[in-house]
């Protein structure tokens, strides 16, 4: 640290300049900042909704629409909402759904499966519910296949793929002050009754495209991880 920056007492002790910490900071920060804000990104629509496409669902999946009343309505199906169906489970509460719009659980770690993902916090801190399954991470700072895995494993473990709805993205939740319920509409034509909506979406299965000149002509290849 530099002289400014580190100054020692006759004591020996060390203190910190800390006005000019401060002013290091903003600046980092004012390097990163931009003035359009989220303007600077393309927006996924149009020609660009390929980048919301799922590559792993199966295309062709249909199912019966459902007609139902529950108690509890869990919106996603990442660590949140696993987390949310198996606290339920464990507080002896059956009667529940979870919508994803993804064909399984994983949340972040279903969409994003690009060589070398992986996560830089500890596996043993990140992972959810590593007792309970019974598992022991591989690697220190896990990767993204062996986290995908895990997602599964808990949906497993605690029976949550016969209460799940995959492939399925909610359109309108309306309260109805009457029945005290939830109404939940889905683009499946489902339609839900919730006594509880639980919101664990996350905001990583819609990409933000870089507003770079040209990227409405460009024709060649690309992809969104």
Sequence with gaps: MSAERHKTGTTG???????????RYRDERDRRLRAEG???YVEVTGEFGRYLDDPWAD??????????ATEVLIVGGG???????ARLRDAGIEDFRIVEKAADFGGTWYW????????????????????ETGYMPVRKYARAPEIYEHSRRIGRHFGLYERALFQTVISRMT???????????????????ARFVILAGGPLSRPKLPG???IETFKGDSFHT
């Design 13 to 23: 002790a060390s203190t910190v300049d800390v006005s000019a910490l401060r002013a």
């Design 38 to 40: 989220k303007a600077q």
């Design 59 to 68: 295309p062709g999946f249909a199912r019966a629409a459902v007609s139902e």
């Design 79 to 85: 660590f949140g909402g696993l987390l949310c169906g």
């Design 112 to 131: 994003n499966r690009y060589p070398g993902a992986a996560c830089d916090t500890e596996s043993y801190i990140y992972l959810p519910l590593l007792e």
């Design 175 to 193: 309260w109805k002050e009457q029945e005290a319920r939830w109404l939940v509409e889905t683009d499946r034509g489902d339609r839900i009754r």
């Design 212 to 214: 770079i000149p040209g």
